[in-house]
């Protein structure tokens, strides 16, 4: 047995959690959304994360490296996933005692056959001020978002793109926050409350933008939880009013042809995408 493959062994033996690391020229949310798709794959695993961006000169990639060949001769050898884009500073990570992951150099070359054009090389184009447009679109829409959170602002909801609805907690803000900043969506979302169940009629406000509206729901008992956290004990969080809130407002999203989803066991970056899919959203 090799030197590593002995201290892999002695370290699952110890019950050793492997170290993660997602090291980067940039910032390093690439390499965390990648890296973290690929361990979802294994759900019996535990981790310890460590997340590096920024390594921009070689002497910063040598001391990256230090720190996961200490962590090597110790116990099991760390995983390491990168998405740096200069050609030097990946080859000096690569040649760490982890296990080596180039999430960006493995394709690049491909990408640059089939556009018969060789890659830049510049590090900060995926999440960066690089695309202006882009970029300004963004920040343009996460202002919106804020201005419109949870029916604070009716003004101009004309320009939005989406109105998204449902009773309170039931995840509308970081929804609309993700689609903002990930997809420069202009996104306002807007609750249901008590009056609006007593008289099964949207808020007024969105009824001219009702092609626009998409509605959340939730489990009554999930929801219930959530809200138990914000108002212990109170009529807001009991289970008889979510289950009440809850079959209402499915009530109004189909009477009103409004697409809805049921978010109690998806993420922000599934609800998102179903509602990108079924809104016909592309930026």
Do not use: W
Not at 109 to 136: F, T
Not at 166 to 185: D, E, F, V, W
Request: hydrophobic share 40%.
């Amino acid at each position: 047995m090799s030197e590593a493959t002995h201290e892999e062994a002695t370290g699952a033996a110890h019950g050793a959690a492997p170290v993660v690391f997602f090291l980067s020229d940039s910032t390093g949310i690439t390499a965390e959304t990648l890296g973290n798709t690929l361990l979802t794959q294994f759900p019996g695993h535990t981790f310890e994360r460590r997340t590096i961006p920024f390594i921009t000169t070689a002497v910063e990639a040598c001391r990256v490296i230090e720190v996961i060949d200490g962590i090597a001769a110790t116990g099991p050898r760390p995983i390491v996933f990168s998405t740096a884009v200069n050609r030097e500073i990946r080859e000096i990570l690569s040649q760490s005692k982890g296990h080596f992951l180039d999430l960006f150099g493995t394709h690049i070359g491909r990408v640059e056959d089939a556009l018969h054009s060789p890659a830049s090389g510049e590090p900060g184009k995926a999440h960066g001020v690089g695309d202006a447009i882009r970029y300004q679109s963004r920040m343009t829409a996460v202002e919106y978002a804020i201005e419109h959170d949870d029916g604070q602002s009716i003004r101009a909801l004309e320009r939005a793109e989406l109105i998204l609805i449902a009773p309170s907690r039931c995840g509308k803000t970081p929804t609309t926050m993700y689609l903002a900043l990930q997809h420069g969506i202009l996104a306002a979302n807007f609750p249901l409350v008590e009056e609006d169940f007593a008289q099964q009629t949207l808020p007024e406000p969105l009824r001219p933008f009702v092609r626009k509206c998409f509605g959340l729901t939730s489990l009554p008992v999930r929801l219930s939880q959530i809200r138990t956290e914000r108002r212990p004990d109170s009529g807001y969080a009991s289970l008889a009013q979510c289950s009440y809130e809850l079959r209402n407002a499915e009530e109004m999203y189909r009477f009103n042809q409004i697409p809805y989803v049921n978010s109690a066991s998806m993420s922000v970056e599934e609800i998102s995408a179903t509602i990108l899919q079924r809104m016909q959203l592309h930026h």
